[in-house]
C-alpha cells in the first residue's frame, strides 16, 4: 500500500514554497515525478506538493530529501539545520541578555536577528525575532520602532500555523506597548482580542490569561474604572497562584497594590506590593524591586510610618541607580523631596540626600536616559548635577511626624491619617499647605531664613533638572515592561 498520509489544506504560501524547492531539486536530480515517487507514493501525490496543494508529514518530508539527497530542514524551510540551529542560538542568547535586564547589550544582539530570520522564511523563527526585538526595544525607551516589528509580528502570527495561545501572546506584547505610548482605548482593544483567543484557544495558558488581566487592569487604573481594575486583579491572581509563576504573580500583586491604594485601602495596598516585591526578588529583577520599593515608601507615609518611609524611598533611588533606570531614581529623589517638604525637615535632610545623588551619579558610569537628548547623557550633566547639588552632609537620626496632607500621588482615603478628612485628590507636585514658615525668634530673624531658602533653592533646581530630562514626578510607579 503507498503511503499518502498528509495534511490537505488550501494553498499557502508556505505549502507554495515547498513544493517550489521540491520541484527545483527534482529537476536538478533529473528525475521525473514518477521516479521520485517511487513505490512509496503516486505521481500525482507528488505533483499535489509541488503545487502547494498538500502539505506532507515530517515523515514524508525526510524520505523525499533523502531520495533527493539534500537535507531534510532545508526542504522544510528552505534553510538547512545547521543554519536555522546558529539562528536559534543568537536568539536565545539575544533572549538570555534581555531576561537579565541588560537592556543595552539585549537590544544590540537582537538588531540583526529580525532580518536573519525573515531570510529564513520561517514564520516561527520570525515571529521570535520580531517579538523579541520590539520588546528589547521598548526597554530602551524605542517604543514606536517596537510598535512596528510588533505589527510586523502580529501579520505573520495570522497565519494556521499558529495557534490561537500564540496570537495572544504577540497580542499582549502589541497591548504593552501601546499601554507605554499611552494609547489606552487601542491598548485595551488589543488586550480584550488577546484573552478572547486565550479563552477560546482550550490550550493550557492559565500564565498567559493572568498577564493579559494585569495588564489591562492597568488600563482600568489609567481610566479610573477602579471596579473594573479590582475584577481583573482579582482574577489574575487567581490564575497567577494556580501556575505558581514567580513573575506572573508578581505582576498580579503589582496591580491589585495599586488598585487598593486608589481604593485608600493602603495596609492591604502595602501587602500586596510587598509580596509582589517578594517574588520578583526572588528572580533577582532589580528594576520591578525598585518600583515596587518606591511605593512602599509612598505606602508607609500614608499609613504614618515617616522614618520607614524615607529608608524606602532612600532604597528604592539607590536600586535604580544601580539597575541604570534614571526615570525611577527622579521618581524616588522626588518623592522623597517632598516627604521631606511635608514634614517640615527639609532644613536637616534635605543636604543628606541631594549629596547622594551628587556622589552616585557622579561615579557611576553612564546609563540611558529617558530623554532623547539632553544633558543627562552627556559629560555636562555630569557637570550640572555637581553645580546643583550641595557638598555631603552627616545625616540627621530625626524625622518630623507625618503630614496630614496626601502626598505621592495617591487619591483621597476613607479615612486619611492623623483624622484628616477631604474627598479631593491633591497633585504629588502640589506645595505644602504652610510651606516652611517659622515664627520669628527672640533673637530675631525672618520668616524665611536665609539658609533654608538656599535648601528650598537646591530642592527645586534638583527637580527642574528630572523634570526637564523628561522625568515623571514623584509618586506611585504603576510598574514596569515585560
Known sequence: MRDTV???????????????????????????????????????????????????????????????????GFLASGVAADERARLEGSLTRAEALYEAQQDEEAADAFEALPAAARATGVPELQVRALVGSGLAKMRVGDHRAALVLLNEARAISEAEAFSDVERADVLLRLGGCRVQLNSIQTALGLLNEAFSLAERSGLPCDALK?????????????QRDYEAAKEDVERALELAHAVDDLRTVGAAYFQASLVADREGRWVLARNYAERAREAYAQLADRVHVGQLTNNLGGLNFLLGKTEDAIELLKEAFSIALEAGQDADAGRAVSSLAQVHLRTGNAERELRWNCSTAASTTSTRPATRS?????????????RMR?????????????????????????????????????????????????????????????????????????????????????????????????
Open 386 to 482: 555637581k553645580r546643583l547639588l550641595p557638598p555631603p552632609r552627616r545625616a540627621s537620626a530625626s524625622w518630623g511626624p507625618p503630614a496630614t496632607a496626601l502626598p505621592l500621588g495617591s487619591r483621597a482615603a476613607t479615612s486619611p491619617p492623623n483624622g484628616a478628612s477631604t474627598n479631593v485628590r491633591q497633585s504629588f507636585i502640589a506645595p505644602p499647605q504652610r510651606p516652611f514658615r517659622t515664627s520669628v525668634s527672640k533673637e530675631g530673624g525672618d520668616d524665611l531664613t536665609k539658609a533654608r531658602f538656599m535648601y528650598l533653592l537646591v530642592i527645586a533646581s534638583l527637580l527642574a533638572y528630572f523634570l526637564a530630562c523628561g522625568y515623571p514626578h514623584g509618586g506611585m510607579s504603576s510598574g514596569g515592561g515585560f
Open 210 to 222: 493572568a498577564s493579559i488581566l494585569s495588564w489591562r487592569a492597568r488600563c482600568w487604573l489609567i
Open 6 to 72: 498528509s495534511r490537505t489544506r488550501r494553498t499557502s504560501p508556505e505549502g507554495l514554497r515547498l513544493g517550489e524547492r521540491l520541484r527545483q531539486l527534482r529537476v536538478a536530480a533529473g528525475l521525473t515525478q514518477s521516479e521520485l515517487a517511487g513505490d512509496r507514493f503516486s505521481k500525482e501525490y507528488v505533483s499535489q506538493i509541488e503545487r502547494g496543494k498538500t502539505r506532507p508529514t515530517k515523515g514524508t518530508i525526510e524520505w523525499l530529501a533523502e531520495r533527493l539527497g539534500v537535507d531534510a
Open 370 to 382: 529617558s530623554c532623547s537628548a539632553g544633558p543627562c547623557s552627556s559629560k555636562a550633566g555630569s
